[in-house]
């Protein structure tokens, strides 16, 4: 069973950095993709970051490259997201998803975590 538990959100000013969590607490980590996705109030749910089983695969939208970066620790089940340069266009809740497929959609993912909020200041 797939349960994923976000930590690491919070309140930063523009230009702050901070670093999402993401822990799996199932025995299927090391075989799934992760992934990030945020929700703006008023707004759909978007991607941020992939990246694949192994690690050697990662996909970014085109608002975070250069700034954020996905990482994973399959010995922790846990999966990371760097934010850097963060703005305050990247407020919104952040949700951590789980599936043996690697994509952008949502509709790739089977497994949620409860999503972590993070607000940039200006």
């Known amino acids: 069973q797939v349960q994923l538990l976000e930590s690491g959100g919070g309140l930063v000013q523009a230009g702050g950095s901070l670093r999402l969590s993401c822990a799996d607490s199932g025995n299927s980590f090391s075989v799934h993709a992760m992934a990030w996705f945020r929700q703006a109030p008023g707004k759909e749910r978007e991607f941020v970051a992939a990246i694949s089983w192994s690690g050697g695969s990662t996909d970014y939208t085109e608002s975070v490259k250069g700034r954020f970066t996905i990482s994973r620790d399959n010995a922790k089940n846990t999966v990371y997201l760097q934010m850097n340069s963060l703005k305050p266009e990247d407020t919104a809740v952040y949700y951590c998803?789980?599936?043996?497929?690697?994509?952008?959609?949502?509709?790739?993912?089977?497994?949620w975590g409860q999503g972590t909020r993070v607000t940039v200041s200006s």
């Open positions: 998803a789980a599936d043996p497929r690697y994509g952008s959609s949502p509709r790739n993912y089977d497994y």
